[in-house]
Every structure is written in structure tokens, then in C-alpha cells.
């Protein structure tokens, strides 16, 4: 392999024809932007490639119908209705106050003349909800945000933590955005532990109203989307104090949500009692107007109380059919899991345009080559390759793994299904943060990876950074939220051992602790050729033998630590080992739908460039761990090199077939209109943005 691969590499002959036609193509370009990109043209090292190294023919429509969702319908009618609308397109520069307008002025144009109604499809349809804030997201980060606070969040809320009479009164405003709002749960002193809230929420029984207060400073609420200038309503948690008549006069019954008007409807005044402040000017999204609330003695009826997990009668009686503050509170956050799928699913939306960006952009930039030959695209370079293509086969993976986390949140909204529930739960954490954190990183590689132009804020990964930034943060932070995944994943695993029963993404665990963790077959660790490296078997073994490794270990050491420290200080001294552990979880969840992608997709050569994707995917993630296969000799060493050859080939494969993997993401040209990654004539286009 390593012979033919350096042939590869060291293959400059190309014939005088084909330089000839190079640079005619090349020279036409200037004069017809329609024609076919100099992607296409023959590379320098395929030229003299061995049949193994023969370019596939990937059939670009058949690839692009696979991976289309179901609906790039309203997808279109979105991109569709801002094209026709430049006032409603953002520019590159715009001070933070414009920006908020603007936003607001998108959505309103989104909802009232293209008439998309978002918040319709929040209950009952979630994955058109989710394609439109994909379409709208890639338009404006802020945009995409915007429009979650006001319908996932806000309305979210009200629909999911309410009862009918709920939805009676405040849906149709919501949905015609007559009733704009917001969502505050974060305080100055508690955002991930949201148990710590410190808002009261006092009934009064006499005038049948509750008292919404901020007991200190601590308890302002921050961050709070749409606050600043544009929201009429707040969802408040609070705690719910109840009066009592006992000697301790109330009882605290832990945090509920209230709906708390904050202006007045027809003059937008700032309501009695409320004090908005604006949490200024932030690193990106700034279209969306994020402000602090504070409440002094604002009263609301008791109606306004969200009463699905908890009630409150008119003497003062409280009522829930869940019998203890936690599950209410598990209850209550478990009914707001579909931001973070919403935010897992743009996270991929942001790197699909990023990495379509740089590879556009590296298969047209030529730097150096042989000696006295043209120079050669960027991609050609073996580390271009390495930068890009396990990140394009990443977001390939990943796009299959959020589709499936949408379809099985889908349908845990229609079958409300105990264990679907769970495993949404735990499923919607890991991913949003695996995949925000890898959307992150990617973002500056590829702002390097397209050198100097990459940072030009035309180019787009200024703003994409900036915005993308805080996915890691909000819904969530990504280091609380893995642990979530690894608390779940310790619960099955005790379940396990008392015969409990697995959820269908779990349930590979239960085999695994039995087969994975016997000895390693010593025959096995030594294999290294292609079809078995290539085998969905032992890649999927090797990501799920990694993960019951980590969990038994951990298991063990959790057990062992808390008889000194105790449980939280036992979590805490494992708590790297348990990031490992959810991560190495949410990565084998994640290459076990690939291979099931891979293997029902019906093209057979966009089959076989998917294959080629998913070894990478695969391959390139044993490599990145192979310190710890090597440790435990689950991968002899000449294994281990073998592994590192095949993913530097297999980079240089899927490099063969970038453009066609980069096009079946089928992004509009407004959305990856940043200049370098034009299809046709990309520096005739960008001397025109700076004004030749
Ligand atoms: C732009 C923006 C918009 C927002 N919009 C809203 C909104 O509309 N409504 C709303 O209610 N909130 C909103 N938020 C708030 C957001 O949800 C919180 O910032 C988030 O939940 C994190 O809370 P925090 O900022 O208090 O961070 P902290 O919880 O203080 O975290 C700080 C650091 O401590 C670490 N850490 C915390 N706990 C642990 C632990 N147990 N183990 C290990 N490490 C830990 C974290 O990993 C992190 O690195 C928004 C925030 C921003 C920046």
C-alpha cells in the first residue's frame, strides 16, 4: 500500500496535452464564470495512480437526493424569499443596534409575508420546525437564534410547561408574533446549576396572585434573548413559595415557570415593577437583543403559572402527579430537550457551510508544484488533505447522527414513551455537545486552511466563529452536559447488572460488557489488512470496546473513591475519565448510524462514497485514541501503522471526491457566498468585493 500511496505522492509527470487543457479551462473561466470549476480537471496525483486510487464516479444527484432532508421544500421557499428581499439580507458591517432591528425585521418578513409559520410545527411537526431553522440560520446565525428564543423557548415553553388554557390564549399570538417573548431561566449567580435559581414566585392567597421577586442582585436574570428591546412576555423560573400554616409560615417547592407580561402591548413600555437592562454588545450574535430582568413585587395572576407538572389551587393547595421536587424538575427540563436538538442539528448545518467553504476554496487555490509545471491545487497537498477530509467525513457522520436524534425526538413528542424519553434525553446532550465542540475547532481550521482570505470577514468564518461560539455554552454548557450522558450511561450500566433493560442506542452495552471485555483475540489485534481495517465490524468493536472499557473502569474507580470522598467528591476526581467516557459513547452512537446510512443507501456509487467517508471517519478516530488501543494491546503495532496508512489514503481518496461530497450538501450560493469558495472564477469575484 505504502509503495503505491508514495507513487502517488511522488507523481509529477503530467502530459503536455493535459497541461495545455488546464490551462485553457483555466484561462475560460475569466471569461465564462458558468464553467465547470478547475476541480474538475485531472489531478496531479491521480494521473498516475494504480487502479486502487482510480477517482470514483460518484453520481452527484443520486448522493444529493440521499442526504436532501425531507423538507428542502420549505428549505427553498426560505432561501427564496431573502434572495428576493436584499433589504432584508445582513451586510458585513452593522452596528449592534441595527443588527437587532434587522433580525427582528427578517423574522417578521419570515412569518408575516413569506408566510412561514414556524411555531406551528414546534408541537407537531418538529423536524420542519428544525429544517427551517436550518435554512434561516444559515441567512443569519442570529436569525436562526432569534427565532428559537421566540418559538422554542418562549413558546416552547408555554405550550410544553402549560395546559390548554394556555395555548388557547397565547398560541396565535406567539405564532403571528404579536406576543413576542422570552425564556429566563439563567441568573447572574446560577446558569448550568438551575436547581440553585434564587427568583420567588410568592402566592398570595387573598388576591389570588403570585409575587414574582429578585431577592438580590445574584438572582437578576441575564443573557435573557429578546429582553433588551423586543419581548412583551418572560417565561420566569422561580421558585414557588406557598404559604403555610405551619410554624415555618411557607414552603419552598422548588423552581417552576410563569408566564410574567414585561412590557405593555400597546406602547412597549416597560411594565411596573420590571427593570430591563441591555447585556450590551456580545463576541457574536449580535442581531439577537439579550438583556437582564429584574422584578420588584410584579404581580400575576395565578393562571400564569405553567400548572402541566405542578398546580396550584385557588386556597393555596399545591397538586402534581409527580411525587417529588426532582422528578418535577427533571419533568419540567425534560420538555426543553428540543433546543438542544435544534442545536446540535445547526451546529452541523454551520460546519456542512465551513467545510464546503474551504474545500471550495483549496480546489481552486494553486500554490507551488513540480519544477517547471503549473502549480497544484492546495488539496492536493497531503496535509490540506489531512485538515479537511477527516472533517468532511465528520460532517457527513454527524449529519446522519442528528437526523436520526430529530426523527427519534419526533417521535418521543407523538409517543411520549418513558424510555424514548430517556434516551432523547441523554442522546440530545451528548450530541449537541460533541458537536458543537467539533463544529468550534473545525471552524478555525478552516479559516487557516484558506490562509490570509479565510480572514476576511467577507469570507464569512469571522462571523460563523463568532456566532457558532456560544452553541457551546447556551442550552446547556458542553462540559456539564457530557456528564449528564456518562451519569446516564453509569444507570444503565448498574441496571444492566441487575436486569434491568436497555433503550434501543444503549442497548449495544449489554453485548458489549460481555463480549468486548473478555481478553483481545491475539490473532485479531495483529490483523491489518484492508477489507478488515475496512470492515464495519471492527470498527464499530473498536469504538465499543473502547467505551465498555471506560465504563467498567470508571465504574470501579467511582466505587472505590466515594468510600473516602464521598459521592460528589468521587465524581470529581473522575470527572476527566468521565468526559472520555461520554465521548467515546457519543462517538460510537454516532459511527453505528453511519454504517446503517452507508449500508441503505440505494446508489451504489454514492454508497460507495459514503463507504469511502465512513472509514475515514472511522479510521481516523481509532488513530486519534491509538495511544489507548495500544495500551491495552487491543492493536498490535504494526496494526497501529497500518491504521495510520490507510487514513492518510483514505483522506486522499475522499480528497478525489470533495466536490461531489461538499455539492450533495446542495447549499444555496447566498449561504456559502463568501467569495473564495465561488464556484466559478473565485478572484475575478473577489477583486470585485473590494472594489476593482
Ligand atoms: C448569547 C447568550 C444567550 C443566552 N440566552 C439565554 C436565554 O435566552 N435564556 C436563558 O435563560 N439563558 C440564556 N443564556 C445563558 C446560558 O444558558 C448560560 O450562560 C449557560 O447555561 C451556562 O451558564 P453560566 O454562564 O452560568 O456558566 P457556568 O455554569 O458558570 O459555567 C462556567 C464554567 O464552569 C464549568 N462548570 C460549571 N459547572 C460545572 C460542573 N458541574 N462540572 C464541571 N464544570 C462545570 C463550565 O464547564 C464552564 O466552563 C444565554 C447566554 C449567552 C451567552
Not at 289 to 308: E, K, M, Q, W
Not at 329 to 343: C, H, I, K, P, W
Not at 519 to 539: A, C, I, S
Request: a neutral charge; aromatic letters at 8%; proline letters at 4%.
Amino acid at each position: 500500500m505504502e509503495s503505491r500511496r508514495e507513487k502517488n505522492l511522488m507523481a509529477e509527470e503530467e502530459s503536455d496535452s493535459l497541461i495545455a487543457a488546464r490551462r485553457i479551462q483555466r484561462l475560460s473561466l475569466h471569461i465564462s464564470p458558468s464553467l465547470t470549476p478547475p476541480s474538475s480537471l485531472p489531478l496531479v496525483q491521480t494521473e498516475t495512480c494504480s487502479a486502487r486510487s482510480k477517482k470514483l464516479d460518484v453520481d452527484g444527484q443520486a448522493l444529493s437526493l440521499y442526504m436532501r432532508g425531507k423538507h428542502m421544500d420549505i428549505q427553498e421557499k426560505i432561501f427564496e424569499f431573502y434572495n428576493s428581499r436584499p433589504d432584508l439580507q445582513t451586510p458585513i458591517e452593522i452596528s449592534k443596534d441595527d443588527h437587532r432591528e434587522l433580525c427582528m425585521n427578517q423574522l417578521l418578513g419570515l412569518v408575516r409575508e413569506a408566510g412561514i409559520r414556524p411555531f406551528r410545527y414546534v408541537a407537531d411537526d418538529p423536524e420542519k420546525y428544525f429544517a427551517i431553522m436550518e435554512a434561516v440560520g444559515s441567512v443569519d446565525m442570529s436569525l436562526g437564534i432569534k427565532m428559537g428564543v421566540q418559538y422554542s423557548l418562549w413558546g416552547g415553553s408555554v405550550i410544553n410547561l402549560g395546559t390548554k388554557k394556555h395555548r388557547d390564549k397565547y398560541f396565535d399570538g406567539i405564532d403571528n408574533l404579536d406576543y413576542t417573548g422570552c425564556f429566563a431561566m439563567t441568573e447572574l449567580h446560577h446558569g448550568s446549576n438551575v436547581q440553585g435559581l434564587q427568583t420567588t414566585a410568592t402566592f398570595d392567597p387573598l388576591k389570588d396572585e403570585f409575587v414574582i421577586d429578585t431577592p438580590h442582585d445574584g438572582a437578576i436574570k441575564w443573557w435573557i434573548g429578546n429582553a433588551a428591546v423586543h419581548g412583551k412576555f418572560a417565561t420566569v423560573f422561580a421558585r414557588l413559595i406557598l404559604p403555610t400554616h405551619d410554624s415555618k409560615g411557607v414552603s419552598d417547592m422548588g423552581v417552576h415557570a410563569f408566564i410574567v407580561p414585561i412590557r405593555d402591548m400597546k406602547t412597549h413600555q416597560t411594565l411596573p415593577g420590571v427593570e430591563i437592562q441591555d447585556c450590551g454588545h456580545k463576541v457574536g450574535l449580535n442581531g439577537v437583543d439579550n438583556g437582564a430582568l429584574r422584578f420588584r413585587s410584579v404581580r400575576i395572576p395565578r393562571d400564569n403559572l405553567l400548572n402541566r407538572f405542578g398546580d396550584v389551587s385557588r386556597d393555596g393547595t399545591y397538586t402534581s402527579s409527580l411525587p417529588t421536587i426532582n422528578k418535577r424538575f427533571g419533568a419540567t427540563l425534560g420538555e426543553l430537550v428540543g433546543g438542544r436538538v435544534g442545536l446540535a442539528y445547526a451546529s452541523v448545518g454551520v460546519l456542512k457551510i465551513s467545510a464546503t467553504i474551504a474545500i471550495r476554496y483549496s480546489l481552486l487555490r494553486q500554490q507551488f508544484g513540480p519544477p517547471k509545471q503549473p502549480e497544484v491545487s492546495i488539496l492536493d497537498y497531503q496535509s490540506q488533505q489531512h485538515k479537511l477530509m477527516p472533517m468532511l467525513a465528520s460532517t457527513y457522520a454527524y449529519h446522519f447522527a442528528t437526523v436520526y436524534l430529530v426523527e427519534k425526538y419526533s417521535e418521543m413528542k407523538k409517543t411520549h414513551d418513558e424510555q424514548l424519553v430517556a434516551d432523547v434525553h441523554a442522546l440530545s446532550a451528548g450530541l449537541k455537545s460533541y458537536v458543537t465542540s467539533y463544529t468550534a475547532k473545525a471552524l478555525s481550521v478552516c479559516r487557516e486552511a484558506c490562509g490570509g482570505h479565510g480572514y476576511a470577514a467577507v469570507n464569512r468564518f469571522g462571523s460563523l466563529r463568532n456566532d457558532h461560539d456560544i452553541f457551546q455554552t447556551f442550552e446547556g454548557d458542553n462540559t456539564v452536559l457530557l456528564q449528564q450522558v456518562a451519569a446516564d450511561l453509569l444507570k444503565r450500566y448498574k441496571e444492566k447488572f441487575q436486569g434491568g433493560t436497555l433503550t434501543v442506542t444503549w442497548s449495544y452495552l449489554r453485548e458489549s460488557m460481555n463480549t468486548y471485555l473478555s481478553q483481545p483475540n491475539p490473532v485479531t489485534v495483529r490483523w491489518e489488512g484492508e477489507d478488515h481495517l475496512r470492515d464495519p465490524k471492527f470498527q464499530l468493536d473498536a469504538f465499543r470496546y473502547r467505551t465498555s472499557r471506560l465504563l467498567q473502569n470508571v465504574a470501579a474507580r467511582l466505587q472505590k473513591h466515594s468510600k473516602t470522598l464521598g459521592g460528589f467528591g468521587a465524581w470529581n476526581r473522575c470527572l476527566n475519565h468521565l468526559l472520555t467516557l461520554a465521548e467515546s459513547h457519543i462517538e460510537t452512537v454516532i459511527l453505528a448510524k453511519f454504517i446503517e446510512a452507508v449500508k441503505n443507501c440505494p446508489d451504489p456509487s454514492a454508497k460507495a462514497a459514503l463507504k469511502l467517508a465512513c472509514d475515514l471517519y472511522a479510521l481516523d478516530r481509532i488513530w486519534k485514541d491509538i495511544g489507548t488501543y495500544r495500551n491495552v494491546d487491543y492493536v498490535a503495532p504494526n496494526k497501529a501503522k497500518a491504521i495510520h496508512k490507510l487514513t492518510e489514503y483514505l483522506s486522499f481518496q475522499v480528497r478525489n471526491v470533495a466536490k461531489e461530497l461538499v455539492d450533495a450538501f446542495e447549499l444555496p450560493d447566498h449561504v456559502t457566498r463568501a467569495p473564495i469558495a465561488m464556484q466559478s472564477d473565485a478572484y475575478s469575484q473577489y477583486t470585485q468585493v473590494v472594489g476593482f
